[in-house]
């Protein structure tokens, strides 16, 4: 009995005769050999077992799916459809239509080809069983001593056995790794076709990867032959490959343990030595993609630059501030990437390509340019999730591209959207928002400022953008509603492509709002017995400010082939222009006005466990200090904790301030032990999660995770009974010697449904230490329940949805 068991648990039921299942894999090597690199090396990964138990669930959902894969029904489905769609193909005349079903037919050969090849969707769901393979094991034991090799150990050697593992007809490999002496580089000599060459190459042996005393590796001598062929190919060698580079690796005449490595650049055929390439000359056809029979395009010379179009429809003093190729330069493949992308920047050409003619003894650069329709209507309609509540939206856009002939684009949207939000002033309640807004942006290529040319040429590198923008946004809740005008102007630059910087210059608002009156005059009482100034970032208010900001994205963040780090940060002053002058509209509306310094800093990063699992880290922080005489910061300038993209042990937005109290339950069975009535604003923000993402089965994928944080006040909220007497209630001051004691702390689980172009998030929230409990009764992890009833001696778990990843 308990044999079949084992054989339906670990699947061996589905082994043939002579078949035996991997079990497992070990691995006997030194510390200075990684063990995790060796069994990725071996592209034999036993079946991964459930909970780490001798259970093979994914092997079983393969074989379920397999009992249904027909692939003769399959290739017999294939042909009808794909003969289908050729009978309407040949009868197409319409070209829109053409490419519609050429399309339709890729997509389906696609499909089929992919179900051929994988299986069915269940069995790609699942994963058959890893069979014994002498071949395969023989092939393992080969990449690892390559692997070893190319890394030093010129010496090293790999055996290994199969034996009986644990169970009936299962199997354990055991490796044994002896990798030997590893080698190092003891001295690096070159050999050059020609002096030019010799003298450029040398001048960068600095920045070279092969340095004396490192452990000899492939991957660095391939280093070293990519650096020295772009470093060619951006000085002028055209023509120039990494095939004319050799490496000769010596350890006979080296020193025992040591290694010689000889650079040899070789010549071409035919040729003494490597020629430099000088451009004599740039054409840049604008208009490549159209064709008027019996007509010439029109040649107009700027900058030394010839530029082609049947219509010049470009300021071509701003067009060829984009170009960084220009007669008399020396070739450069990095000038051409550069000249290539800052073009496709612009977002008025479809594509760029920019080929070399070497024809006539003459070194010509030409760029062809296609460029986008003029105007483009885009809609969009979704499904959103604010606060952890789904809602629908509507999006509608317009874009007119070089409205002004000077490569300006014009954009204008609209959007209307329907959202479920936690009431500000309840609990456990969900109702519908009403979020609208419509904004006219137009966009400069170049900075709006008075700069020499000279100057603008150069800026034009790091993609110079102005954009001015003027908009209007509508927010209909159940406790108030709210109107927003405002105009800003931002400059925008990048470097590296992978660090972006705005400066706002100015950003104006004119907020307005109409309040129930209830909620105006629940504001007006926690302004007077707690000393809450929120009420006045709901008065008709002014609100302006000038900010800068940057972010850095390395190895593009969220890529799941190598580790990855996303950083932003942002300072804003307030109300700086008020400073320095008086501005009537405030004083003829009776505006509220603000002046407040804010600061704020997200660093996330992903780690590649390995390809099934990732690590993911957050922090986010941040200050925002009033200045101004009603000590207060506009509402959406405070900073929140609490819901599906912070701490998810908490509703929405109702973490905090510090150890403050929320008012006790009136209904502690449905509510737990405290309301969480109200949106907890703050001035200071410290908040950090960890989060281990794993790909379970398809498309599931699942994740624990660690949350913690708070939001606090630079003053005490002092709270007063209805005499006007203080009642002590926690601390919601920042302090630096106990702050760390008032971090509300979360854990839980998640699941996610990964379909590559959305993601849809569902998590667990489980409160840890609850900082608004008295202390001494801060744990709370023991008291987690699921459902209701709740009391006051149990903490209620929260379910967060959400679009994408939390971080």
């Given amino acids: 009995m308990a044999s079949c068991l084992l054989q339906g648990c670990l699947g061996t039921r589905h082994l043939g005769k002579d078949e035996y299942l991997v079990y497992r894999q070990q691995f006997k090597a030194p510390r200075n050999v990684s063990r995790y690199k060796m069994a990725e090396l071996t592209k034999i990964e036993p079946n991964r077992k459930f909970l780490g138990l001798p259970v093979h669930l994914l092997a079983e959902v393969y074989y379920l799916g397999k009992k249904h894969y027909h692939p003769e029904k399959l290739e017999k489905r294939k042909a009808a459809k794909l003969e289908k769609l050729d009978r309407k193909i040949s ?14 037919k890729q997509q389906i050969q696609a499909k089929y080809d992919d179900r051929q090849q994988n299986g069915n969707v269940v069995m790609q769901w699942g994963e058959p069983l890893v069979i014994l393979d002498s071949t395969r094991v023989e092939q393992a034991v080969s990449n690892m001593e390559n692997y070893l090799f190319n890394n030093g150990y010129f010496r090293a050697s790999v055996g290994f056995s199969v034996e009986p593992a644990y169970f009936p007809k299962t199997k354990t490999i055991r490796y044994t790794i002896t990798p030997g002496p590893l080698y190092v580089l003891d001295s690096v000599f070159y050999s050059f076709p020609d002096t030019l060459l010799k003298n450029l190459i040398t001048g960068t042996l600095a920045d070279s990867w092969l340095k004396k005393g490192e452990p000899y590796s492939q991957d660095v001598v391939l280093k070293e032959r990519e650096r020295i062929d772009l470093f060619l190919r951006n000085n002028g060698y055209y023509d120039f490959s990494q095939q004319y580079i050799e490496f000769q690796v010596d350890t006979v005449s080296a020193r025992p343990g040591k290694v010689w490595i000889k650079v040899v650049i070789n010549s071409p055929e035919r040729r003494a030595s490597h020629k430099r390439f000088v451009i004599s000359e740039v054409n840049f056809t604008t208009d490549a993609a159209q064709s008027r029979p019996g007509i010439s395009r ?60 070497t024809t006539g003894g003459k070194f010509v650069a030409n760029i062809f340019a296609s460029r986008f329709d003029r105007y483009q209507w885009s809609n969009e309609v979704g499904l959103s999730v604010t606060q952890g509540f789904p809602g629908p939206f509507y999006n509608i856009s317009f874009k007119k591209r070089n ?55 150069k800026l034009g590198r790091v993609n110079p953008r102005t954009k001015t923008t003027l908009g209007f946004t509508y927010t209909d809740r159940p406790e108030y509603k709210r109107s927003a005008t405002t105009a800003n102007i931002v400059y925008s630059w990048e470097n590296q492509r992978i660090r972006r910087f705005d400066f706002t210059a100015a950003s104006l608002s004119i907020i307005n709002s109409s309040l129930r009156s209830d909620f105006s005059q629940l504001l007006d009482s926690l302004f007077q017995y707690q000393g809450n100034t929120l009420r006045f970032s709901f008065l008709p208010s002014y609100v302006s400010f000038t ?66 699992t990732v690590l993911a880290m957050r922090f986010n922080g941040g200050v925002g200090y009033s200045y101004g005489t009603n000590r207060a910061l506009p509402y959406e300038k405070y900073f929140f904790a609490g819901g599906s993209n912070s701490v998810r042990a908490w509703r929405p937005r109702r973490l905090g301030p510090g150890s403050y109290r929320p008012e006790p339950s009136t209904n502690p069975e449905r509510d737990g032990l405290y309301r969480y009535q109200f949106e907890i604003p703050g001035e200071i923000l410290l908040e950090g999660s960890l989060e281990l993402r794993r790909k379970l089965v398809g498309f599931f994928e699942g994740a624990l995770f660690l949350d913690a944080g ?48 959305l993601i849809l998030r569902f998590d667990v929230g489980i409160k840890v230490y609850d900082p608004a409990r008295p202390e001494g009764d801060r744990f709370v992890l023991d008291k987690m329940k699921f459902r209701r009833p709740f009391g006051t001696d149990r903490e209620p778990v929260i379910y967060n949805l959400g679009v994408g990843f939390p971080f």
């Fill in 547 to 612: 900010g800068f900001g940057m972010s850095w994205n390395h190895n593009n963040y969220g890529n799941l082939q190598e580790n990855s780090v996303y950083l932003r940060w942002s300072v804003e002053s307030g109300g700086t222009l008020q400073n320095v002058l008086t501005l009537p509209v405030i004083e003829n509306r009776n505006l509220e006005a603000f002046r407040y310094l804010r600061l704020q800093a997200d660093v996330r990063r992903i780690q590649i466990i390995d390809k099934s």
């Fill in 298 to 357: 029109k040649k107009e010379t700027y900058r030394n630059i010839n530029f082609y179009a049947y219509e010049n429809n470009y300021n071509l003093k701003i067009l060829s501030q984009r170009l960084f190729i220009h007669p008399g330069d020396l070739f450069s493949r990095q000038q051409t990437l550069n000249t290539q992308r800052q073009l496709a920047n612009l977002d008025i050409f479809k594509f760029v390509n920019i080929n070399y003619d």
């Fill in 91 to 104: 009868l197409t005349t319409r070209a829109k239509r053409l490419n519609n079903l050429q399309f339709r």
């Fill in 710 to 757: 708070n939001v606090w006040l630079f003053s005490e909220r002092l709270k007063q009974d209805s005499e006007g007497n203080p009642v002590e209630n926690g601390n919601s001051k920042f302090r630096f010697n106990s702050f760390y004691k008032e971090l509300g702390v979360g854990t839980g689980f998640g699941l996610r449904f990964n379909f590559t172009f």
């Fill in 403 to 457: 409205i002004f002939r000077g490569l300006e684009n014009l954009e204008m949207n609209g959007r209307i959207g329907y959202e479920g939000v936690a009431a500000a002033t309840d609990v456990g309640n969900v109702y519908q928002s009403v979020e609208a807004g419509i904004n006219a942006s137009l966009l400069f290529p170049q900075f709006l400022w008075p700069l020499r040319e000279e100057a603008r040429f």
